[in-house]
């Protein structure tokens, strides 16, 4: 008797471990991380080559990361990425970031001006997307066309996740003057660095 209430005990706390381990990995914004499974907060960058110099990255947040930070995160994904292929700057040439929400009432979610993140890179504002049964399921916005379903601006806001996704070309040698869709890519890693959450070390 003595030996069975001993390994319920200890069944009893791995369970707990177990549970605590999960919630505070619920409770832990997405850091910047390659987007494998078992990792301690879900999410992360993934990219794929499309052709010769272009590829697709994508960056998603969990429930606890902002739109602001997976977009950030985007953005250095995609330098880094530049230089890791001996390129020096690139171009977007598509733009998206995806919400899904438990619930949504009206309008766009931020209100916000045009490049609310970017600082200086105004540019980098993609697409996105939410999800709401009100709506019969996802509903897209695209900061270059508008949507007039967004013209009462009211919203109420849930749990929300974001993913954002940018399709980009690279160029090796100076980046052209002028274009606001082109990024030196170390420029940008210089400037992001200090904002860029890596997980902790194990």
């Known amino acids: 008797m003595i030996i069975r209430k001993t390994i319920a005990g200890k069944a009893g706390l791995v369970a707990a471990v177990a549970l605590a381990a999960l919630l505070t990995a619920c409770a832990t914004a997405t850091p910047y991380q390659p987007n494998l499974p078992g990792q301690a907060a879900s999410g992360g960058f993934t990219d794929q080559r499309l052709e010769g110099d272009r590829y697709r990255v994508n960056f998603a947040g969990n429930s606890m990361t902002s739109r602001e930070t997976v ?25 998206r970031t995806d919400r899904s ?14 490049g609310y993140y970017g600082g200086g890179y105004g540019y980098w504002r993609p697409a996105w997307r939410y999800y709401g049964p009100r709506y019969g399921g996802w509903r897209s916005w695209d900061p270059y066309w508008g949507d007039p379903f967004f013209a009462n601006r ?45 997980p902790a070390p194990k």
Do not use: C
């Not at 977009?71 to 733009?95: K, M, N």
């Not at 929400?101 to 045009?114: H, K, L």
């Not at 070309?169 to 890596?198: C, F, W």
């Open 101 to 114: 929400a438990r619930t949504v009432i009206d309008e766009d979610p931020f209100g916000r001006p045009f």
């Open 71 to 95: 977009e950030r995160y985007l953005l250095y994904r995609a330098a880094e990425l530049t230089v890791q292929q001996g390129y020096d700057w690139f171009e977007t040439a598509d733009r």
């Open 154 to 198: 009211a919203e109420i806001r849930t749990i929300e996740k974001f993913e954002a996704s940018a399709e980009i070309v690279l160029h090796r040698g100076p980046k052209p003057a002028g274009d606001p869709r082109a990024y030196d890519a170390r420029e940008i890693m210089a400037n992001l660095t200090p904002s860029i959450q890596r």
